[in-house]
Protein backbone atom coordinates (compact mmCIF):
# COMPACT_ATOMS: atom_id res chain seq x y z
CA UNK A 1 0.00 0.00 0.00
CA UNK A 2 2.18 3.07 -1.05
CA UNK A 3 -0.99 5.56 -0.60
CA UNK A 4 -0.17 8.80 -2.47
CA UNK A 5 2.45 8.63 -5.18
CA UNK A 6 3.50 11.87 -6.78
CA UNK A 7 6.01 11.82 -10.07
CA UNK A 8 8.97 13.73 -10.48
CA UNK A 9 9.95 14.70 -7.23
CA UNK A 10 12.30 17.50 -8.44
CA UNK A 11 11.92 19.38 -11.89
CA UNK A 12 13.19 22.57 -13.24
CA UNK A 13 11.82 24.28 -16.43
CA UNK A 14 12.61 27.38 -18.34
CA UNK A 15 10.05 29.87 -18.70
CA UNK A 16 7.50 29.23 -21.18
CA UNK A 17 8.16 25.26 -20.68
CA UNK A 18 4.80 22.99 -20.31
CA UNK A 19 4.83 20.07 -18.45
CA UNK A 20 2.62 17.94 -15.93
CA UNK A 21 3.12 16.68 -12.69
CA UNK A 22 1.16 13.05 -11.91
CA UNK A 23 -0.37 11.86 -8.68
CA UNK A 24 -2.05 8.64 -7.98
CA UNK A 25 -3.46 7.02 -4.78
CA UNK A 26 -4.03 3.60 -4.21
CA UNK A 27 -6.38 3.94 -1.29
CA UNK A 28 -9.81 4.06 -3.33
CA UNK A 29 -10.48 7.32 -2.35
CA UNK A 30 -13.13 9.41 -4.12
CA UNK A 31 -11.81 13.01 -3.61
CA UNK A 32 -8.11 14.29 -4.32
CA UNK A 33 -6.35 17.57 -4.26
CA UNK A 34 -3.31 19.89 -5.49
CA UNK A 35 -1.84 22.09 -3.15
CA UNK A 36 1.51 24.47 -3.24
CA UNK A 37 4.02 25.38 -0.44
CA UNK A 38 5.40 28.27 -0.42
CA UNK A 39 7.82 29.65 2.45
CA UNK A 40 5.68 31.23 5.21
CA UNK A 41 2.11 31.06 3.72
CA UNK A 42 1.18 27.11 4.29
CA UNK A 43 -0.25 25.35 1.87
CA UNK A 44 -3.00 26.92 -1.00
CA UNK A 45 -5.22 24.62 -2.74
CA UNK A 46 -4.77 25.16 -6.29
CA UNK A 47 -7.36 22.51 -7.33
CA UNK A 48 -9.84 19.52 -6.16
CA UNK A 49 -11.97 16.97 -7.31
CA UNK A 50 -14.19 16.09 -5.08
CA UNK A 51 -15.37 12.52 -6.84
CA UNK A 52 -14.24 10.96 -9.94
CA UNK A 53 -15.50 13.20 -12.95
CA UNK A 54 -15.97 16.40 -11.45
CA UNK A 55 -13.01 18.97 -10.62
CA UNK A 56 -12.95 22.68 -8.69
CA UNK A 57 -11.20 25.46 -8.76
CA UNK A 58 -9.37 26.35 -5.51
CA UNK A 59 -7.74 29.19 -3.90
CA UNK A 60 -4.85 30.00 -6.60
CA UNK A 61 -5.89 28.33 -10.03
CA UNK A 62 -4.46 30.75 -12.12
CA UNK A 63 -2.00 29.22 -14.50
CA UNK A 64 -2.65 25.76 -13.80
CA UNK A 65 -5.23 23.27 -15.39
CA UNK A 66 -6.00 19.34 -13.95
CA UNK A 67 -7.70 16.11 -15.17
CA UNK A 68 -9.17 13.78 -13.50
CA UNK A 69 -8.10 10.38 -15.21
CA UNK A 70 -9.47 8.39 -13.19
CA UNK A 71 -10.55 6.87 -9.50
CA UNK A 72 -7.06 6.38 -8.97
CA UNK A 73 -4.90 9.40 -10.43
CA UNK A 74 -5.42 13.38 -10.35
CA UNK A 75 -2.94 15.31 -12.84
CA UNK A 76 -1.59 19.00 -12.84
CA UNK A 77 -0.45 20.66 -15.62
CA UNK A 78 1.79 23.67 -16.23
CA UNK A 79 0.76 24.87 -19.75
CA UNK A 80 3.41 27.65 -19.61
CA UNK A 81 5.38 27.91 -16.95
CA UNK A 82 6.44 30.82 -14.54
CA UNK A 83 8.72 31.67 -12.06
CA UNK A 84 5.96 32.51 -9.96
CA UNK A 85 5.53 28.82 -10.39
CA UNK A 86 8.35 27.67 -8.25
CA UNK A 87 7.00 25.72 -4.98
CA UNK A 88 6.50 22.43 -3.97
CA UNK A 89 3.70 20.66 -4.80
CA UNK A 90 1.48 18.22 -2.79
CA UNK A 91 -1.32 15.74 -3.92
CA UNK A 92 -3.75 14.65 -1.50
CA UNK A 93 -6.65 12.32 -1.40
CA UNK A 94 -9.21 11.57 1.26
CA UNK A 95 -12.41 9.25 1.19
CA UNK A 96 -14.62 11.84 1.55
CA UNK A 97 -14.42 15.31 0.89
CA UNK A 98 -14.95 15.89 4.83
CA UNK A 99 -12.22 13.52 5.99
CA UNK A 100 -8.75 13.18 6.54
CA UNK A 101 -6.56 14.35 3.88
CA UNK A 102 -3.74 11.97 3.19
CA UNK A 103 -0.66 13.82 1.40
CA UNK A 104 2.26 12.63 -1.16
CA UNK A 105 6.00 13.63 -0.44
CA UNK A 106 5.72 16.81 -2.65
CA UNK A 107 7.66 17.98 -6.15
CA UNK A 108 9.79 20.13 -5.75
CA UNK A 109 9.72 22.55 -9.07
CA UNK A 110 11.26 25.51 -10.38
CA UNK A 111 11.46 27.65 -13.14
CA UNK A 112 13.98 29.73 -14.20
CA UNK B 1 -13.20 33.21 2.04
CA UNK B 2 -11.64 31.67 4.98
CA UNK B 3 -8.54 32.76 6.59
CA UNK B 4 -6.75 31.48 9.17
CA UNK B 5 -3.83 33.47 11.32
CA UNK B 6 -1.39 31.26 13.15
CA UNK B 7 1.44 32.04 15.50
CA UNK B 8 4.06 31.84 16.38
CA UNK B 9 5.93 31.20 13.43
CA UNK B 10 8.77 30.06 15.19
CA UNK B 11 8.90 27.61 18.63
CA UNK B 12 12.02 26.68 20.61
CA UNK B 13 11.82 24.30 23.42
CA UNK B 14 13.69 22.19 26.00
CA UNK B 15 12.78 18.60 25.92
CA UNK B 16 9.81 17.83 28.25
CA UNK B 17 9.10 21.51 28.06
CA UNK B 18 4.95 21.60 26.53
CA UNK B 19 4.49 23.25 23.61
CA UNK B 20 0.99 25.42 22.22
CA UNK B 21 0.37 26.66 19.10
CA UNK B 22 -2.43 28.85 18.71
CA UNK B 23 -4.85 29.55 15.20
CA UNK B 24 -7.85 31.92 14.62
CA UNK B 25 -10.31 31.74 11.81
CA UNK B 26 -12.23 34.68 10.03
CA UNK B 27 -15.60 32.09 8.77
CA UNK B 28 -17.84 31.79 10.99
CA UNK B 29 -19.26 28.36 9.50
CA UNK B 30 -16.06 26.66 9.36
CA UNK B 31 -16.63 23.46 11.31
CA UNK B 32 -13.51 21.23 11.07
CA UNK B 33 -10.23 21.22 12.25
CA UNK B 34 -7.18 19.40 11.27
CA UNK B 35 -3.58 19.94 12.54
CA UNK B 36 -0.59 18.75 10.48
CA UNK B 37 2.77 17.52 11.10
CA UNK B 38 5.43 18.23 8.53
CA UNK B 39 8.45 16.46 8.49
CA UNK B 40 12.13 17.59 6.37
CA UNK B 41 11.13 16.66 2.73
CA UNK B 42 7.61 15.14 3.59
CA UNK B 43 4.18 16.03 2.96
CA UNK B 44 2.17 16.84 6.01
CA UNK B 45 0.73 14.25 8.31
CA UNK B 46 -2.26 14.42 10.20
CA UNK B 47 -1.75 14.06 14.05
CA UNK B 48 -5.33 15.56 15.56
CA UNK B 49 -8.61 16.84 14.30
CA UNK B 50 -11.75 18.37 16.07
CA UNK B 51 -15.18 19.04 15.20
CA UNK B 52 -17.18 22.33 16.08
CA UNK B 53 -19.64 20.41 18.31
CA UNK B 54 -16.59 19.04 20.67
CA UNK B 55 -14.61 21.74 22.35
CA UNK B 56 -11.63 19.53 23.31
CA UNK B 57 -10.10 16.59 22.11
CA UNK B 58 -6.76 14.38 23.31
CA UNK B 59 -4.30 11.72 21.77
CA UNK B 60 -1.89 10.90 24.13
CA UNK B 61 0.65 13.82 24.59
CA UNK B 62 -1.50 16.23 22.31
CA UNK B 63 -4.62 17.86 22.44
CA UNK B 64 -6.10 20.53 20.71
CA UNK B 65 -9.01 22.94 21.95
CA UNK B 66 -11.47 25.34 20.38
CA UNK B 67 -13.28 28.02 20.96
CA UNK B 68 -15.92 28.80 18.60
CA UNK B 69 -17.57 31.83 20.05
CA UNK B 70 -13.80 33.56 19.87
CA UNK B 71 -12.81 31.71 16.35
CA UNK B 72 -9.44 30.59 17.94
CA UNK B 73 -8.22 26.74 18.34
CA UNK B 74 -5.13 25.92 19.70
CA UNK B 75 -2.50 22.62 19.72
CA UNK B 76 -0.71 21.67 22.97
CA UNK B 77 2.02 18.98 23.11
CA UNK B 78 2.96 17.96 26.52
CA UNK B 79 6.42 16.49 27.81
CA UNK B 80 7.78 16.98 23.93
CA UNK B 81 10.94 15.30 22.78
CA UNK B 82 13.43 15.91 20.39
CA UNK B 83 11.23 13.83 17.36
CA UNK B 84 8.25 16.17 17.86
CA UNK B 85 10.49 18.81 16.21
CA UNK B 86 8.67 19.83 12.95
CA UNK B 87 6.43 22.34 10.98
CA UNK B 88 3.49 22.42 11.84
CA UNK B 89 -0.10 23.70 10.06
CA UNK B 90 -3.58 24.19 11.66
CA UNK B 91 -6.22 24.22 8.77
CA UNK B 92 -9.85 25.14 8.59
CA UNK B 93 -12.70 24.00 6.56
CA UNK B 94 -16.40 25.55 6.22
CA UNK B 95 -19.26 23.37 4.97
CA UNK B 96 -22.16 24.57 3.17
CA UNK B 97 -25.72 24.69 4.79
CA UNK B 98 -26.58 21.07 3.75
CA UNK B 99 -23.51 20.15 5.84
CA UNK B 100 -21.44 18.71 3.20
CA UNK B 101 -17.82 19.67 3.08
CA UNK B 102 -16.03 20.39 -0.15
CA UNK B 103 -12.67 19.63 1.71
CA UNK B 104 -11.38 22.87 0.92
CA UNK B 105 -8.80 23.21 3.56
CA UNK B 106 -7.45 26.82 4.38
CA UNK B 107 -4.00 26.56 5.87
CA UNK B 108 -2.32 28.39 8.14
CA UNK B 109 1.55 29.58 7.86
CA UNK B 110 3.13 27.16 9.24
CA UNK B 111 4.84 27.23 13.18
CA UNK B 112 8.87 25.31 13.18
CA UNK B 113 9.02 23.73 16.50
CA UNK B 114 12.80 22.71 17.80
CA UNK B 115 12.93 20.80 20.88
CA UNK B 116 15.91 20.56 21.92
CA UNK B 117 17.71 17.53 23.88
Redesign the interface.
Known sequence: NAG?TQTPKFQVLKTGQSMTLQCAQDMNHN?M?WYRQDP??????IY?S?SEGTT?K??VPNGYNVSRLNKREFSLRLESAAPSQTSVY?C?S?H???????????TRLTVL | ?EN?E?HP?TLSVQEGDSAVIKCTYSDSASN?F?W?KQEL??????II?IRSNVGEKKDQRIAVTLNKTAKHFSLHITETQPEDSAVY?CAA?P?NAGG???????????TILTVHP
Open positions: VSYGMGLRLYADGEFASRAYNEQFFGPG | GVQSYPYGKGPQLDFSFTSYGKLTFGQG
